[in-house]
């Protein structure tokens, strides 16, 4: 099966833009999909497909995908936007398989 | 606005069943735009999805826990269910129901919206 790999975390400025990576083969033939977890709460869509967003979610929050590399930008990070961010992907088998990647903790310094 | 909602025993016996509900609210469940999926995350780890299931009954589980895991579907209650067996420690984790969206061609796939989740404990 599939593995999509991110780095555990990462620190930014407020105001700042930070770019969070996702790796893995299923991401050269499928798109990715991110969630932001806060404490306590259920994950949040924030971007799909090619550079998607939800209804609610700020512009800040952009997606991009370049061969088996997807990532998340945040352009003016808030501190609000601290939180977790998992990738999510088809797996690369075919079938209707997924897998989340590994989790990115995001700190608004 | 739909929404989505587990339920279920929050601590299990070791070598029991887990079965967790979760009840579809505000849409319908037999729309033939989505699958509907359930994911665990143990205490401070990550995300890892369980398995998915279409209304008509078509499921799909992670390769590592298929041998343990049952989804199911009810239409008639707007409901979707997960047993998981012969369940050990290594099973508590919070577990999540969520609605699966897909684009024409399945490249391209999101979780959204998600259950609050609850959390399952495993112990004697």
């Known amino acids: 099966s599939s593995e999509l790999t991110q780095d555990p975390a990462v620190s930014v400025a407020l105001g700042q833009t930070v770019r969070i990576t996702c790796q893995g083969d299923?991401?050269?033939?499928?798109?990715a999909s991110w969630y932001q977890q806060k404490p306590g709460q259920a994950p949040v869509l924030v971007i799909y497909g090619k550079n998607n967003r939800p209804s609610g979610i700020p512009d800040r929050f952009s997606g991009s995908s370049s061969g088996n590399t997807a990532s998340l930008t945040i352009t003016g990070a808030q501190a609000e936007d601290e939180a977790d961010y998992y990738c999510?992907?088809?797996?690369?088998?075919?079938?209707?398989?997924?897998?989340f990647g590994t989790g990115t903790k995001v700190t608004v310094l | 606005q739909l929404q989505l909602q587990e339920s279920g025993p929050g601590l299990v016996k070791p070598s029991e069943t887990l079965s967790l509900t979760c009840t579809v609210s505000?849409?319908?469940?037999?729309?033939?735009?989505?699958?509907w999926g359930w994911i665990r995350q143990p205490p401070g780890k990550g995300l890892e999805w369980i398995g998915s299931i279409y209304y008509s009954g078509s499921t799909y589980y992670n390769p590592s826990l298929k041998s343990r895991v049952t989804i199911s579907v009810d239409t008639s209650k707007n409901q979707f269910s997960l047993k998981l067996s012969s369940v050990t420690a290594a099973d508590t984790a919070v577990y999540y129901c969520?609605?699966?969206?897909?684009?024409?061609?399945?490249?391209?796939?999101?979780?959204?919206?998600w259950g609050q989740g609850t959390l399952v404990t495993v112990s004697s």
């Open positions: 299923s991401l050269r033939s499928y798109y």
């Open positions: 999510n992907s088809r797996d690369s088998s075919g079938n209707h398989l997924y897998v």
């Open positions: 505000g849409g319908s469940i037999s729309s033939s735009s989505y699958y």
């Open positions: 969520a609605r699966l969206g897909n684009n024409w061609n399945y490249d391209d796939n999101w979780f959204d919206p």
